[in-house]
Structures are given as structure tokens and as C-alpha cells.
């Protein structure tokens, strides 16, 4: 912990009053990271160039965030102008089409899928799983996981975890990263994780 | 009775890449974690932030945090600990004792704890598990049922640390736990608790692989074996205070363990 990272990564957190923030500030302040957390996207400082959305809860109370406090524009720009923009858990779900928890509810559209809910008796899945991923920053690591929903195979998938279903536990597209999991609260791992995807 | 997923067949195997939890507790009383759970002769175990850091470099999955001293205390050492706790730990915690009210449970949440653990309260006022669950969702709120066996062998609901016998069937009591939305039961077996007899296997099996909420099995645990025998019963979890605090056993020698005794955990 407490890595130097170079000066020019600031992360702004979106706070879309969804779930506690602090595990997550946390975690970037002490990846070594310059940090702001942000509810519009007007508070955003200049220098920010990476955009971390967190989201607990209903896809559509995060999905309606989004649209309230005038980030959907903004986050479509944003990652169409090949900028950083990472997802964790329903902040992962809300980067797809739909969901099958709200059917009404519009994601932003910028990965192809709807989310499903996990045929598993026990519900919500509660706990650690181990990623299956290509990806070495992921390799065989234990992570934690807080989740009724979850998007089904995709092909920007890079972990994935069986609960039920196979499930994709991560994805990225260029410089698009979603979570499934909660880095955060991954003890180790998830901390060099976050301070890897965060300066990569 | 299946309140989530009533679709599914109770019947089947669903596969899970899910693995049992290993969850140290700590008894905690104005800011310190202390051993003995009378009011008189607690004695100072030393900082919480720095024993469950300990334990998280061990392998824990998880710390529980009870404050025993709540009902009397003032509230904001408790709180203060939360932030603490929060802010320091990479792994999840759960805190209880003494919540009574959503205002209380709004305060924890509030300070940065990951679930809420209510006993007495639940049975006194079981509409809070539904609040709770409504405000927070299911993974927020764990139940700890403390259950005992008398000569008959009926099983029997107790709150107050154990103290006073509920007014509750055992069976009723789980399911409303259940429907109310509860997402763990923390079991702890009285009648094995101190005993070093290890956990009521019997009773974990009882509730089967499909119980729509995760089980913690709680009291009883005096070796590696214990740890064993619950998971191999059906708990998804384990939690254990003392043989980690006298030093006995690390986290890492239980999980070491479960590994030769192909327990998958996380190492």
C-alpha cells in the first residue's frame, strides 16, 4: 500500500448517493492517488482523468442517478473520447443495455447485454469467489462479492465466477473497466487493483 | 419455506463458486476490544482496529464486531471505532449490539460498516429486519439467532446475550427471519457454546444445501476439526472468538487446515 503513483492520475469518485463511499476513497487515497468525489459532473476539476463510479442497490435507482444529476451525456462523451471510466458492481451493470431487475430502466449502452438475475437459492451471493480471468492483474485472486444481478457472458469479459450461472465478474473495453465484485472490500488484491486499473 | 427465487428446485444442486468464510469476533466495550462477557472483570484486549488488522493479514474473510457494552455506553465510542475500523480495514465487517432503532442502524452504516448484526432487537421488534433489508438490501443485515436444546430436545429461542428465553417457536422464528429478508442467520448452539464440544452439526444440517440464506455457524469451535465438521455440515461460514484471541490457532493455521482437508478457503 501507500505506492507513489505518478502525479498526473487524479480519480474523481461519482457519488450518486449510492452506498457508503468510504471503503472505496479509501482505497484510492491510499493507492497514492490525487482524489475528489464528485455528485455532478460540473464539480468535476479539470485535471481528473479518471472518472470511478460505484453503485449499490436497484439498477434503476442507479440508472435514474445518472440521468438526475446529469452524468449520462457525460459519461457517453467521456468514454467516446477513449477516457477512463471504471464500474463497480451495479456501477459495472448500469454500463450495459438492461436489466432484467428493472425492465425499464435504461443503462448507458456502452457494452452490448442485459443483466440477468443469478438462479441461486441464496440470494443475494454473499462472499468470496475465485476469478477466472486471463488477466494477471486477476489471476486465481479471491474476490468479494455482493450481488442478485449479474451480466452473463460478454466478449469483453476478463474474470468470471459461477453462482448459479457463469456470470462475468469483470470486464474492459479499451479504457472502459467494470467490476462485478468490490475491489475495495478484496482485502489485498482488490487494493492493488484498484491502484493498478487506476494508473494503467 | 423459499422467500428469493421460489422458481428454483429445491430439490437441485446449483453450482457455486462461492467459499466458506472464516470470521473472527471481537468483543468490544468503549472502544477496546476485552475478553469475558460479564460487565464486571472485563479485561483490556487491546485496540480494535489493531487486532482486526491482525486477523485480515491472517486470512480472515470478514470481522465481526459485537459491542457488549452498547445498551450502557454512550453510542459515539462505537461509532468512532466503525470509522476507524472503515477505514483501515480491505475486508468486510459487520458491527452489533445495542441497535434498537433504523436511526441506529443509519449511524452505523453512515460511520462505514459493510452489515448490521441484531439479536434481541430483531425478536423485540422484527419489523426492523424488514427495514433494514428494504433500506439496505439483504446483505446488509445479519440475525443472530441464539438458539439452546433443553432435556427434550426442543430447540428454543434466547435474547439478551443468551439470558432470557424468547417468546418465539424456533421454527417460526427462522422462517420470518427468512421472509423478512434477513440475508445471514448467525447460528449460535447454547447448549454447545463454551463447550469445546464443537458446533451442532445436526442442527447446520437441518437447515440444508438450499436455505435461501447463508448460515453462520457460531459457538462450540475448539480446533481445526470443528471447522471441518460445520462446513462439511452446510454452514457457509464460521465464526469463532477465542481460540483466535488465546492465540491457540491463527486464521491461517484453520484455513491451512480446511485446505488438507479439501475445504477450498481462501488463502
Known sequence: MNQVNSPKTKVAIIDLDSGNLLSIQTAVEQAGFEMQTVQKPEQLDDDVNVLLMPGQGRFAFVADQIDALGWRKVLLDWVGAGRKLIGICVGMQVLFESSEEDPGAEGLSLLSGSIKRLRHPKAPMVGWAKLNSYKLSMQDQYAYFVNSYAVPDSEYCTAKVV????????????????????????????RELIAYVCEQ | MFANNNMLDKNKTYASDLIPRIIPCLDVALG????????????????????????????????????????????????????????????PFAVGGGIKTINDVDKFFNAGADKVTLNTAAVQNPALISQISTKYGSQSIVVAVDVNKNDEGELAIY????????????????????????????????????????????LLQSFGANFPVQVIASGGAKGPQDFVDAIVAGADAVLAAGLFHRGEYTVGDIKEYLLNNNVKVRK
Open chain 1, 163 to 190: 453462482y448459479g450461472d457463469l456470470f462475468c465478474a469483470a470486464v474492459q473495453k479499451n479504457n472502459l473497466y467494470g467490476f462485478q465484485f468490490h475491489p475495495e472490500k478484496s482485502g489485498s488484491f482488490g
Open chain 2, 32 to 91: 477496546r476490544v476485552v475478553k469475558g462477557v460479564n460487565f464486571k472483570g472485563l479485561v483490556d484486549m487491546g485496540d480494535p482496529v489493531e487486532l482486526a488488522k491482525k486477523y485480515e493479514e491472517q486470512g480472515a474473510d470478514e470481522i465481526v464486531f459485537l459491542d457488549i457494552k452498547a445498551s450502557v455506553d454512550n453510542q459515539q465510542s462505537a461509532l468512532d471505532m466503525v470509522y476507524q475500523v472503515a477505514t483501515h480495514l480491505s475486508i
Open chain 2, 159 to 202: 435474547t439478551h446475550g443468551g439470558s432470557q428465553l424468547a417468546d418465539v417457536n424456533y421454527q417460526a422464528w427462522i422462517d420470518e427471519v427468512v421472509d423478512r429478508g434477513a440475508g445471514e442467520i448467525l447460528l449460535t448452539a447454547m447448549h454447545k457454546d463454551g463447550t469445546g464440544s464443537g458446533f451442532d452439526c445436526d
